[in-house]
């Protein structure tokens, strides 16, 4: 009498748990990562000394995030967007409804708004990133990119603004965009809600304030 012989299935690898896996791993590198940098600065951040908080070694540090300045600017693009990953401006919440909002006034109390939310996750990390690229290539060259995207993304708001029918006479899209890049600098935050003692709440409106004067009609 003739045997039959099930077939048996191969187990399927489970990739999704592994990607999960490595994503809260990855998150877990990245957490440590900002907690020692804000406490003792950048270049006294090693990376053996984020291996090690985030219970991994450092080979896990590198495959997983990249370098030191790819730990921070991944740091500072998990700050900007406030979530877990990076997110394009025009997909955050505050810039759709900058764009939708017709009054210009109304348009920079909103971002004043996001502004300081923003930076009271960003600030510390934006100036360490500022402060490691004065020696590391690597940090300068991250530094460029983020300051780049940034002074392009003042641009559009500016030209959000004439569009509106807010611009004062007179001024240019590049002068408004220049002002609120200056403006809305982690320095600028830091000086004075830190080292002048500001509450946060005084600094947005400040700020709003600020802009209407310098920028609207």
Same mark, same amino acid.
């Given at each position: ?74 740091? #500072?693009? @998990? !700050? ?8 394009? %401006? =025009? ?7 900058? &764009? ?6 109304k348009k920079l ?5 996001a502004v300081c ?55 240019? #899209?590049? @002068? !408004? ?8 600098? %982690? =320095? ?7 080292? &002048? ?14 802009w209407c004067r310098?920028?609207?009609?």
């Amino acid at each position: 009498m003739a045997t039959v012989t099930e077939k048996v299935k191969p187990r399927t690898y489970d990739a999704t748990a592994r990607q999960t896996q490595s994503a809260a791993t990855r998150q877990r590198i990245v957490d440590a990562a900002r907690a020692l940098i804000i406490e003792r600065g950048y270049r006294a951040t090693t990376v053996a000394a984020i291996a090690a908080d985030a219970g991994v070694n450092s080979d896990s540090v590198y495959q997983l995030v990249g370098r030191k300045p790819m730990v921070l600017r991944e740091l #500072i693009e @998990q !700050a900007i967007s406030g979530t877990a990953h990076e997110v394009f %401006a =025009e997909e955050r919440a505050h810039v759709k409804a900058f &764009r939708a909002e017709p009054d210009p006034a109304k348009k920079l109390a909103i971002y004043a708004r996001a502004v300081c939310q923003t930076h009271i996750r960003m600030a510390p990390l934006f100036l360490a990133l500022r402060d490691a690229s004065s020696t590391e290539p690597e940090a300068q060259e991250v530094w460029l990119e983020i300051s780049q995207r940034r002074a392009a993304n003042m641009r559009k708001l500016a030209k959000d603004l004439q569009d509106a029918g807010g611009l004062r006479r007179g001024l240019s #899209i590049d @002068q !408004a965009a220049d002002i609120v890049w200056a403006t809305n600098s %982690a =320095e600028l935050f830091v000086l004075l809600t830190i080292e &002048r003692g500001w509450s946060v709440k005084r600094f947005e409106r400040w700020l709003a304030d600020s802009w209407c004067r310098l920028l609207l009609a």
